[in-house]
């Protein structure tokens, strides 16, 4: 990935110059709630491509891959975020379905006061409920566009280059 975390207005905020994410532009738990269901359902599209089990590149996981990646990071940072903020976490999801359900239970009551509990030692420096939510949106919305990419490079090797002239 190519983003870097930045003090906007004291809070630490995630830019992403590949993708676009860009964590200025959320406004909280209904918001992020609603781009995590709708990364998730998009995921479970890419999953119904006929390459889903294929990598793209020896050094580059296959769509079945990366969505065990995203169920993986989700239970973590969900968990994380809710023993921070003090509240009760959610089954640790096991599929993608389980991750929007998650994901509906937790982030759209997330207090104010409780995305600004900072949690310590799991990153080089601490990091707040609301960055974990946000980080764990980026990820998800990130990886979507990694499928994608991923089947486009599998069908031009696929498939050969017709010259136009």
Do not use: N
């Amino acid at each position: 990935m190519t983003y870097t975390w930045h003090d906007i207005d004291g809070r630490m905020a995630e830019l992403c110059d590949e993708c676009g994410f860009d964590a200025r532009e959320l406004t909280g738990g209904k918001d992020e709630a609603g781009r995590l269901d709708a990364a998730y359902a998009g995921l479970e599209r890419l999953l119904e491509h006929p390459d889903a089990g294929r990598r793209p590149a020896e050094e580059t996981w296959s769509a079945v891959e990366y969505v065990d990646h995203c169920i993986e990071v989700a239970g973590v940072l969900l968990e994380w975020a809710c023993t921070t903020a003090g509240t009760t976490a959610p089954q640790h999801p096991s599929d993608l379905p389980g991750c929007r359900r998650a994901v509906a239970a937790v982030v759209p009551g997330i207090t104010r006061a409780q995305r600004a509990e900072v949690l310590r030692d799991a990153y080089r420096q601490p990091v707040t409920v609301e960055w974990l939510i946000r980080h764990l949106l980026h990820d998800t919305e990130h990886h979507v566009l990694d499928l994608r990419r991923g089947y486009a490079k599998l069908a031009m090797a696929d498939f050969p280059e017709v010259p136009f002239g």
